[in-house]
């Protein structure tokens, strides 16, 4: 079942407390993203990678933090310098001109 | 630098009728364009794409789009909407002309509600 695998669906995180969503692929692509979406306010860039190794920050990433060791894997973390983390977090992925691809979503709440 | 416009925050249309959901953008090169349906606490769905060739542009479940170059819009249309349409609907563009990384732009998203 080829696709990318977003986990835990739903995240509780307690004040002060460092978190890490996970984004897996098997569609063999080379770019993966992570988006934040707040109700009203569409998709916000938080980090992006192009190839394994490599990532740049994108309009959001205060807060958060990203590693690229393999190609399949993209995991965020969310700090607890990230001050207002509850949001529905999605992990993306592309290859060439094509459209992305998404996961079913990670939602974090803090408790 | 680029966006995307969807100057509606929900539509509401009746089943069987047409639908339009309006999108308008700003790229500095060629757009590359897209439409995207999200369900409620599921990821987006890709529905369509332009990025060249024909400006009327068929996807899946029946939608279509229209890019109009003179008026940089590039609206989603359906010819009869079904209840089943009903989620939310983001539009967003990439600058086909950008070399290396090619930053997408989302637009904010319109919430279709057809009602039965």
């Known amino acids: 079942d080829g696709g990318i695998t977003q986990s835990p669906k739903y995240l509780f995180r307690k004040e002060g407390q460092n978190v890490t969503l996970s984004c897996e692929q098997n569609?063999?692509?080379?770019?993966m993203y992570w988006y934040r979406q707040d109700p009203g306010q569409g998709l916000r860039l938080i980090y992006y990678?192009?190839?394994?190794?490599?990532?740049q920050k994108g309009d959001i990433a205060e807060g958060y933090s990203v590693s690229r060791e393999k190609k399949e894997s993209f995991p965020l973390t969310v700090t607890s310098a990230q001050k207002n983390p509850t949001a529905f977090y999605l992990c993306?992925?592309?290859?060439?001109?094509?459209?992305?691809?998404f996961g079913q979503g990670t939602r974090l709440t803090v408790v | 630098a680029q966006s995307v416009a969807q100057p509606e925050d929900q539509v509401n249309v009746a089943e069987g009728n047409p639908l339009t959901v309006k999108c308008t953008y700003s790229?500095?090169?060629?757009?590359?364009l897209f439409w995207y349906v999200q369900y409620p606490n599921r990821g987006l769905q890709f529905l369509l794409k332009?990025?060249?060739?024909?400006?009327l542009v068929k996807g899946s479940y029946g939608f279509e789009a229209e890019f109009n170059k003179s008026q940089t819009s590039f609206h989603l249309k359906k010819p009869s909407a079904l209840v089943s349409d009903s989620a939310l609907y983001f539009c967003?563009?990439?600058?086909?002309?950008?070399?290396?990384?090619?930053?997408?732009?989302f637009g904010t998203g319109t919430k279709l509600q057809v009602i039965p």
């Open positions: 990678s192009q190839i394994v190794n490599d990532f």
């Open positions: 993306a992925t592309q290859t060439g001109v094509t459209e992305a691809f």
């Open positions: 790229v500095s090169g060629n757009p590359y």
């Open positions: 967003a563009v990439r600058d086909g002309d950008s070399g290396g990384y090619q930053k997408v732009t």
């Open positions: 332009y990025i060249t060739g024909d400006n």
């Open positions: 569609l063999n692509h080379d770019a």
